[in-house]
């Protein structure tokens, strides 16, 4: 920039500041009383000799906030709340896992339902069971009651019996992981209501289920004491295991025996 052009530039701003300086002399006497305030607009003069500033952006409102979608509250299983009749209703039109398509019945439970002795636990309901919408009523049933018998124990007075699934897995395959997490709460409440003594289990499924060990053998389950929620449980061989193979009867009665002894029943014969 030239001399001159330097020398135009400082004029231009000088004259702009005298008349900035005469806009604020003509403001300054003015009279400021309220009404006289209702008279005049400010908003030219204060615009030169304050420039606007660009106001920073504000929080939005909390009512203008688009609303966050709540987490659905996590449902407690309504099955552990029932009573029995209610639970008994329930289970009749379970559609939970895949065995309702191909069940005749539900096979819910059987026997004393009040503080029974034992409580008999096994894997899932047979062909005979499935018809008739009882439990262990077949050939495997019929042996279950000679072993109850043994160490003085029956279905009619002082035992409950009931199976981890409540429907039949077709051609009585062991239940699958699902089926038995579908049924998982009725057995759970059933042993809640029942309250029994002591519980039995019958078979690989319903003693791996019960004592929380899937990978266990039958063989190093059976004879043993556990505890399930503070009630001592016995595991031993399923009646259709043992018509199906003979020599395991020699151990399901070492086990019956040493459950009779531990509930103080008397034991005598042989299953």
């Given at each position: 920039m030239s001399d001159s052009e330097r020398r135009e530039a400082l004029a231009?701003?000088?004259?702009?500041?005298?008349?900035?300086?005469?806009?604020?002399?003509?403001?300054?006497?003015?009279?400021?009383?309220?009404?006289?305030?209702?008279?005049?607009?400010?908003?030219?003069?204060?615009?030169?000799?304050?420039?606007?500033?660009?106001?920073?952006?504000?929080?939005?409102?909390?009512?203008?906030?688009?609303?966050?979608p709540e987490?659905?509250?996590?449902?407690?299983?309504?099955?552990?709340?029932?009573?029995?009749?209610?639970?008994?209703?329930d289970s009749a039109t379970c559609t939970r896992c895949g065995l309702c398509s191909t069940r005749h019945s539900v096979v819910f439970g059987t026997g004393c339902k009040d503080r029974?002795?034992?409580?008999?636990?096994?894997?899932?309901?047979?062909?005979?069971?499935?018809?008739?919408?009882?439990?262990?009523?077949?050939?495997?049933?019929?042996?279950?009651?000679?072993?109850?018998?043994a160490i003085s124990l029956s279905r009619d007075t002082n035992v409950y019996i009931t199976n981890t699934v409540k429907c039949r897995p077709p051609q009585n395959r062991d239940p699958y992981p699902d089926e038995k997490s579908a049924c998982n709460a009725y057995l759970k409440r059933q042993i809640q209501l029942v309250n029994p003594q002591a519980i039995l289990?019958?078979?690989?499924?319903?003693?791996?289920?019960?004592?929380?060990?899937?990978?266990a053998t039958m063989g190093a389950l059976r004879g043993r004491f556990f505890f399930y929620d503070g009630i001592p449980m016995m595991c031993t061989y399923h009646p259709a295991a043992v018509l199906r193979d003979l020599s395991l009867k020699r151990a399901v009665w070492e086990d019956l025996k040493k459950l009779a002894r531990y509930l103080g029943l008397p034991a005598g014969g042989s299953n």
């Open positions: 231009s701003a000088l004259e702009r500041t005298d008349e900035l300086m005469d806009s604020f002399m003509d403001v300054l006497k003015q009279d400021f009383g309220p009404k006289q305030r209702e008279k005049h607009d400010f908003s030219d003069v204060s615009a030169k000799i304050i420039p606007e500033e660009k106001q920073p952006e504000t929080e939005p409102a909390a009512s203008m906030l688009p609303e966050t987490a659905p509250a996590r449902t407690e299983d309504d099955r552990i709340r029932m009573s029995y009749a209610s639970l008994l209703a029974p002795v034992v409580m008999v636990i096994g894997e899932g309901p047979g062909e005979n069971e499935d018809l008739q919408g009882l439990p262990f009523v077949g050939k495997a049933g019929v042996y279950l009651d000679k072993w109850l018998a289990c019958l078979g690989k499924p319903a003693s791996t289920l019960m004592t929380g060990q899937p990978d």
